[in-house]
């Protein structure tokens, strides 16, 4: 028998899980000088949105019925460059884009099929993390400062004895008007999901024998086939062909531990997806006769299972309230999307209940650290909420901006030397770095004192009626309610147009320009049709793509930076030497379709 070596590995920060809320977690870690590792199970990173499982990335603005609430920072990021490559919503081109991002990231080690086992542990602190390679045979013992449980099933966390809870409060715990009146242990459950396209001629499918079978009574709350529905106040339709689905494809949440049952449930899952296939092709028109499978998945996506408990748990009624919290880091508008616990079993239940309320509502940094692990924090769907919160919080957009906020924190906590709880007394720090980083938390605006650009005399070209140059240090880089926060130029085919930023002589060492994405538009990937047709083809038209920054000093240009086919909403530039100067231009000579140029804000450090 060989006895097992362990690689012991050194890291500020190890980050377990890349999903969408590992990778953000890791990539800003990484970014603010923190020596990270990004562990991931599977071959692939993006969790719930990879090619394994095909789910969209949803956020506060619930597709497109709120506006305005797209999420920025990383996510935006990882979309954009996306959405440059990836014109047909490939999910492999989609997988590499995330690769890429975590491979070639500075202070970033990626392992990929490397699964977290155990833990070791000593005064309710985490001293490592023990992790296997399976493509390798390889064994590891991770140590480090700071560790982030982003698995999903809070894995981490239990396995170092945090706090957790797994089903529903009851109502009476945290006066929630739609929890069930007594606590239960169901959870939503796991689907599996499937695409098919039409071969323009009659397909036959032969249903394997270990397939259930379906019939229309079975499915008669549950849309399939060709099929128009409504849900939601704010609008959103959705016409379902066979072509990919279905979410309510779900079963496991009545288990009792869907953890401990998941085996159990992904092979009645295969037997459910073929099934319901069946029904589309074989029992009666559903407008399925051409169609083909093109792909089953074969990793089942988890909604819900462990949440960890944090100094808070949000509860319902901050989200309906929308609660800005004074520690709040992120935030969240998706409505508590509360799926049947028994699935598609559940015959007579509507597959999920939307409480839908307007608004948005913040994510307090508390409910992002373990209560009673000192150095484990955490991100995605097992943070500290309550089940009804979660019905919210869970989706990708919002896993990911509190991914960013967990990365930022825990970077922090290493340069302070301090607990992620001590952070706390830092709270202001950490939410001006995180807007710096083009995060937005609502009721929160720009007040870094080092950004010199709202001293500065701010004249332009051109402007359309409110929209003036000054706007873009408004200190929010997003259209809010009626206030546009935006310079925005007249029509371009008047030539380029430029705003300047003129102050007493200094040394700029950095320019940080926000541009408009639109974020009220879809733009990330999607195996949905609908979604694809409501997005534009290639990059969002109101973004600028090409203009040229330039420094000034008594009217000569001593700096200048031109950019062609720009994809990025922040594009920051560094200026290396040390340049006296006196004004900073952005000069606008094109969009990718939008006739002015706008811009949400300008820094300058
Ligand atoms: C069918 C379905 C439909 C959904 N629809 C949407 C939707 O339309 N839009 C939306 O935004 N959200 C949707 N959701 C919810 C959303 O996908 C999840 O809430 C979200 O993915 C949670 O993010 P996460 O980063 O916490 O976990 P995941 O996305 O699950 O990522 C966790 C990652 O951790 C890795 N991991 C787990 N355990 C270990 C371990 N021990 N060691 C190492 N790595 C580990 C996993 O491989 C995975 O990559 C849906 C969920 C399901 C199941």
Not at 63 to 83: A, V
Not at 151 to 180: C, H, I, K, Q, V
Not at 393 to 402: H, N
Not at 508 to 519: E, G, K, S, V, W
């Amino acid at each position: 028998m060989i006895s097992e070596q362990f690689i012991e590995c050194n890291y500020d920060i190890v980050v377990i899980g890349g999903g969408m809320s590992g990778i953000c977690a890791a990539l800003a870690a990484a970014r603010h000088g923190a020596h990270t590792a990004l562990i991931q199970s599977r071959p692939v990173l993006g969790g719930n949105a990879s090619s394994e499982i095909r789910m969209h990335i949803a956020g506060a603005s619930c597709h497109f019925g709120k506006k305005n609430l797209w999420e920025t920072g990383i996510l935006m990021e990882l979309m954009l460059e996306n959405k440059s490559r990836n014109t047909y919503f490939s999910y492999p081109i989609w997988d590499m884009v995330l690769w890429e991002k975590v491979r070639y990231q500075e202070n970033l080690d990626l392992f990929l099929n490397t699964t977290l086992d155990s833990v070791e542990t000593k005064d309710a602190r985490i001293t490592a993390a023990i992790c296997r390679q399976s493509t390798t045979e390889k064994a590891f013992r991770f140590y480090a400062k700071i560790f982030v449980d982003a698995t999903g099933n809070g894995t981490l966390g239990y396995f170092a004895g945090a706090e957790w809870r797994m089903g529903s409060e009851g109502r009476e715990e945290f006066n929630e008007p739609d929890a069930p009146a007594q606590p239960n242990n169901n959870t939503m459950g796991n689907s599996i999901m499937f695409i098919a396209s039409d071969k323009g001629e009659e397909v036959k499918f032969k249903k394997p024998s270990w397939a259930h079978t379906f019939t229309e009574e079975d499915l008669k709350l549950r849309p399939h086939g060709t099929y128009t529905w409504y849900h939601g106040e704010d609008g959103i339709t959705e016409e379902d062909v066979p072509e990919s689905g279905y979410w309510w494809i779900e079963l496991g949440g009545d288990t009792g531990n869907i953890i401990e049952n998941a085996e159990k449930v992904t092979e009645e899952l295969y037997k459910v997806v073929y099934g319901i296939w069946d029904h589309l092709k074989n029992a009666g028109d559903h407008g399925a006769a051409n169609y083909e499978l093109d792909w089953v998945g074969i990793v089942p996506g988890i909604r819900e299972s462990r949440r960890l408990v944090g100094d808070y748990l949000v509860t319902e009624t901050d989200v309906l309230e929308n609660r800005i919290f004074e520690d709040a880091v992120a935030y969240g508008g998706w409505p508590m999307d509360e799926h049947a616990p028994h699935g598609v079993y559940d015959k007579d239940v509507n597959p999920t209940r939307f409480i839908n309320f307007p608004g948005a509502y913040t994510l307090p940094y508390r409910s992002y650290y373990s209560k009673n692990i000192s150095n484990l924090m955490m991100a995605g769907r097992d943070i500290s909420v309550t089940k009804m919160a979660l019905g919210s919080s869970r989706v990708m957009g919002t896993c990911a901006v509190g991914g960013q906020a967990v990365g930022t924190a825990a970077a922090m906590a290493v340069h302070y030397g301090c607990s992620p709880r001590e952070i706390g007394s830092r709270i202001h720090e950490l939410q001006q770095t995180l807007l710096k980083d083009d995060c937005y938390i609502p009721g929160f605006r720009n007040e870094d004192p080092d950004d010199f650009a709202p001293s500065a005399n701010i004249t332009a070209t051109s402007h359309t009626p409110g929209n003036e140059p000054g706007k873009i240090v408004s200190g929010v880089a997003r259209v809010v309610n009626e206030e546009s926060n935006c310079w925005e130029s007249e029509t371009l085919e008047k030539g380029p147009q430029t705003i300047m930023l003129a102050f007493s002589p200094r040394e700029p060492n950095q320019i940080r320009i926000t541009f408009d994405p639109n974020l009220s538009r879809e733009i990330m990937m999607s195996m949905t049709r609908t979604v694809q047709e409501r997005e534009v083809k290639y990059m969002p038209l109101e973004l600028v793509r090409d203009f040229t920054v330039k420094v000034f000093r008594n009217g000569e240009v001593i700096y200048q930076q031109q950019v062609k086919e720009n994809n990025q909403r922040l594009c920051v530039y560094n200026l290396d030497a040390p340049l006296t100067a006196d004004k900073v231009a952005v000069e606008v000579q094109a969009t990718y379709g939008c006739p002015s140029a706008r811009i949400f804000e300008i820094r300058l450090y």
